[in-house]
């Protein structure tokens, strides 16, 4: 039996069209992008198309400004330490700000800087996970050198406001940077439109290779480079390119590009199928994240009176792949610090499962996950001592 795979917010399969253009570069075309010969040439081509595929995807002005990383993680990083670093070296300041939503790359690199002299603000969010512009407004300091808020939630696919945001910190003069990780190929994304200064992105949540990101650098915007070396990547990024990673997110972001209405009016009217069958078959549940502002294609949804990683393992039985509230969480008992701030009880994030669909799911699949998740669901409430003595209230 053939696994449904709900679970693209953790990784996407590599488009076809993107294995064909990655494997040249896999085999006879292996050239060094720095060889000045025609093998090196031959990369070094390729790797300028992947730079244009790219920046035409996000709307940078010049290919320029795009730099190839080794993945999400990495641009994260090399944004928020990157400008930290430099400014503090400039000027002495040394406040950052952040949510308490973003994903561990952001989170955790901001709380290693903690330890190295700098000081945070982690803006909290309302009910559906969006910070609040005032909180925004009331944490900016004379010392704070960056902003970076997530552009889309990878657990809640909650939509922040970048443009309003952008718009706040310009008038102070801040850069902001945000993680487009799970918007990219989903939302209208345009920097010149969000006013970004610095946009993180990855290959392997976009049907691309895993291991292959990009940095969005605005002309303009210095940063501190995080990996010292030779001179790749304009002195921004050192370390022999990863040209058949680099042409597959390049052919990664042109398919985006291209395909985004279907694969957004898909994605919508699966997940709403999804949404709808769910809460026609099963009683208590809740869906997390912003009803208005939300990406397409996850759904959130706590399940009470069910234990979250539980359901997870007895629906991998069954053969359907989703996730508790983040992949990275998984394996531990810790309810999801994005589930936290949200304001969701423990005893409903432990519940929680995401749904997140891609452009292969189909209508069968969403039918069979909708014919066995009520059952599954109602078998482990019975075995729910809370679940048996609310019912009783009930009656
Ligand atoms: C997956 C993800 C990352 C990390 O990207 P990698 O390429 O896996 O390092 C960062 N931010 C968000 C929002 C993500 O979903």
Redesign the pocket.
């Known amino acids: 039996m053939k696994s449904i795979y709900l679970d693209h917010?953790?990784?996407t399969p590599l488009h076809t069209d993107v294995l064909e253009a990655m494997m040249p570069y896999l085999t006879n075309q292996f050239g060094n992008g720095s060889s000045i010969h025609s093998y090196g040439r031959e990369a070094r081509n390729a790797i300028d198309t992947a730079r244009e595929q790219v920046a035409d995807l996000i709307g940078a002005k010049s290919p320029s400004e795009v730099v190839f990383t080794?993945?999400?993680?990495?641009?994260?990083n090399h944004a928020v330490k990157g400008l930290a670093e430099l400014q503090r070296d400039r000027n002495g300041n040394n406040h950052i700000i952040t949510s308490s939503i973003?994903?561990?790359?952001?989170l955790h690199t901001c709380q290693h800087l903690e330890k190295h002299g700098f000081e945070v603000t982690y803006l909290p969010v309302n009910r559906y996970g969006r910070i609040r512009l005032d909180d925004l407004r009331e944490a900016i300091r004379d010392t704070t050198v960056l902003i970076s808020i997530?552009?889309?939630?990878?657990e809640t696919g909650t939509i922040e406001p970048i443009e309003a945001i952008c718009e706040i910190a310009q008038a102070h003069r801040i850069p902001v940077h945000t993680?487009?990780?799970?918007s990219v190929g989903k939302l209208p994304l345009d920097v010149q439109k969000l006013g970004v200064n610095l946009l993180?992105l990855?290959?392997?949540?976009i049907y691309g290779p895993?291991?292959?990101?990009a940095l969005y650098i605005r002309r303009g915007t210095r940063l501190e480079n995080l990996i010292q070396g030779g001179s790749h990547e304009r002195n921004r990024r050192a370390g022999t390119e990863n040209v058949a990673g680099i042409v597959g997110l390049g052919m990664a972001a042109a398919l985006a590009k291209k395909n985004r209405d279907a694969y957004v009016e898909h994605l919508n009217r699966l997940t709403g199928k999804l949404r709808d069958g769910l809460c026609e078959k099963l009683d208590h549940i809740y869906e997390n994240g912003d009803p208005v502002h939300c990406l397409p294609g996850i759904l959130n949804i706590s399940f009470e009176f069910v234990e979250g990683e539980s359901l997870i393992l007895r629906l991998d039985m069954e053969g359907i792949c989703v996730s508790t509230g983040s992949?990275c969480t998984s394996g531990s008992m810790e309810p999801s610090h994005v589930l936290a701030a949200l304001g969701l009880p423990p005893r409903l994030a432990q519940g929680t499962a995401r749904f997140s669909l891609g452009k292969d799911t189909t209508e069968a699949e969403i039918d069979e996950v909708l014919e066995k998740i009520p059952k599954i669901v109602e078998q482990m409430r019975g075995l729910s001592s809370a679940y048996k003595k609310m019912m009783k209230r009930e009656m």
Request: avoid cysteine.
């Open positions: 917010s953790a990784t080794s993945g999400g993680t990495e641009s994260d973003e994903h561990h790359a952001v997530m552009h889309a939630n990878n993680d487009a990780v799970q993180s990855s290959g392997h949540k895993k291991g292959i990101g992949a």
